[in-house]
């Protein structure tokens, strides 16, 4: 049939992921499950595929595991039918073929970051540049040039148009009026923030200004000067001002709603900082709520600031969250199961295994190899040998055959303490990969088309048997061959292919 889909896997998976893809409601008919011959299903290679694997019928996509390391591209040429990752683990099947087989779509946004650099006045202008380049690649639209009240700022026009000069959109923030006049003559594409008594300092150029409320939280005023600047011809943003809580949060948000009941078509900006940067409390969330009220509302920019250590990444959580919300708004879905980074400290599928399934992996082992797996019951670690399970790495130590394999007994003690940490916290642990942190860290990047190179411990070992060799000293090669075939663990230093 042509909508029948392969899932290639290998000995130790291949029975579970028939049976979850039945769990999901697939039915038998439209879809087959392909062992290629290999234990570990991300083990399996381009070579081994091409050699093992022959297409039959009509064929809509082949699945392959998402750790496995090939080249897509050249196995759909090599079959004539598209070849697709699928996810890392087979607990977020339901998920990824949830969304009609694919990842969802994360591409698209509706909501402008303004990224303030605060502290300008202080820096020079290649400071500035500097600042503003690292903002733009983490997502911000616009570079907003922060000024200080009472800070000497000569260099204001020169900062504005050198960061012009690398194609970025500017926006200068001040409270001085002076200050403001020197933006808007230099050819700054914003200025924040103007007022129904100041608004007619943009007026005949093509600065767009951002609009608050004077005095303070009324609101009135910024609606007369809605309708001034309408009047005028002067193309606008209107800034009702986010208050922090316990200073008037929920009231600026109601603002907020009634600017867009009373002013439909006005554009407006938040700045989500009051929030972010004066609560101990991790961003990311915060930001995620805020980004939620600017998709309900129609908010379509945001000024954000990044002064507080906790806020460092700051554009990129904005730029996360608002691309989350513009594509479950689309979906008219919630906000949830599309991804998009915003799970750092906890994972929403943590345990791809239970201790039984562990079990049950560890019974059909053969060799002597390390394996690292993370249920709720702990953290476990097994071979062909042995099966422990402990909360504390420390008590796995003992049991582990690596006392005259130094950086073995370190590669495992790295891996179990990855593992501890992900168990206590509730993240996904997978052997020989980085924990991985959403948008709050920047990830390794890998190039899934080639296959892993050994890690740091295999690539000494070999050089210090190669050393040996050059001394040809017999005894102590003799030594090292039979060190070598140590345990190891499993996706270090193995063949993909059983013996």
């Not at 992921?17 to 290999?38: H, K, P, Y």
């Not at 690539?459 to 070598?484: F, G």
Request: hydrophobic share 40%.
């Amino acid at each position: 049939m042509a909508d029948k889909q392969i899932f290639l896997t290998g000995h130790l998976a291949a029975r579970r992921l028939g049976e979850t893809l039945r769990e999901i409601g697939l039915e038998d008919a439209s879809f087959d499950v392909v062992n290629v011959g290999v234990k570990v299903a991300a083990l399996m290679t381009e070579k081994i595929v091409k050699k093992r694997f022959v297409l039959n019928g009509d064929v809509a996509r082949v699945v392959v595991p998402g750790r496995s390391r090939m080249d897509l591209q050249s196995l759909g040429a090599h079959y004539g039918v598209p070849f697709v990752r699928g996810p890392d683990e087979m607990i977020d099947l339901p998920e990824y073929l949830g969304k009609g087989g694919t990842p969802p779509d994360l591409s698209k946004y509706d909501v402008r970051i303004f990224a303030e650099i605060v502290e300008a006045p202080m820096l020079s202008v290649a400071e500035i540049v500097e600042r503003g380049l690292e903002h733009a690649a983490a997502g911000a639209d616009v570079i907003d040039v922060g000024c200080q009240p009472e800070a000497q700022f000569d260099h204001l026009e020169e900062a504005v148009q050198a960061l012009q000069a690398e194609g970025l959109k500017v926006s200068v923030d001040s409270g001085d009026v002076a200050e403001l006049e020197r933006a808007i003559r230099c050819g700054a594409d914003h200025v924040l923030s103007l007022d129904e008594t100041t608004l007619h300092l943009v007026q005949g150029t093509n600065c767009v200004p951002i609009l608050v409320p004077k005095p303070h939280g009324d609101l009135a005023s910024l609606l007369r000067a809605i309708d001034r600047a309408e009047a005028l011809g002067i193309r606008h943003i209107a800034d009702p001002i986010l208050d922090p809580i316990h200073f008037g949060f929920t009231t600026s948000l109601e603002r907020y709603a009634e600017l867009r009941r009373l002013r439909p078509g006005t554009e407006i900006l938040m700045g989500t900082g009051n929030l972010t940067e004066l609560t101990d409390a991790d961003s990311q969330g915060l930001t995620a709520l805020l980004m939620g009220v600017c998709s309900e509302l129609d908010i379509g920019n945001v000024l954000i600031v990044q002064v507080s250590p906790h806020t460092r990444r700051t554009v990129q959580e904005h730029d996360a969250a608002r691309r989350v919300m513009y594509r479950s708004k689309a979906d008219q879905s919630l906000p949830k199961g599309y991804g998009g980074g915003l799970l750092s400290l906890h994972d929403f599928r943590p345990f791809p295994y239970t201790a039984a399934e562990v079990d049950e992996m560890a019974e059909a082992i053969r060799d002597m190899n390390y394996r690292i797996e993370v249920t709720e019951a702990g953290v476990h670690i097994y071979n062909r040998a042995m099966h422990e399970v402990a909360q504390n790495p420390y008590a796995l130590f003992p049991k582990l055959d690596v006392d005259d394999d130094g950086g073995h007994a370190f590669y495992l003690g790295y891996e179990l303490a990855k593992a501890e940490l992900a168990w206590k916290l509730g993240k996904r642990y997978a052997q020989d990969n980085p924990l991985e942190w959403g948008v709050s860290a920047d990830a390794e990047t890998e190039d899934l088309a080639r296959q892993k190179s050994g890690g740091a411990t295999l690539k000494v070992r070999k050089e210090k048997r190669a050393n040996l060799a050059k001394k040809n000293d017999t005894q102590k090669v003799e030594d090292a061959d039979q060190q070598s075939i140590a345990p190891i663990a499993v996706t270090e230093e193995t063949d993909a292919t059983d013996s």
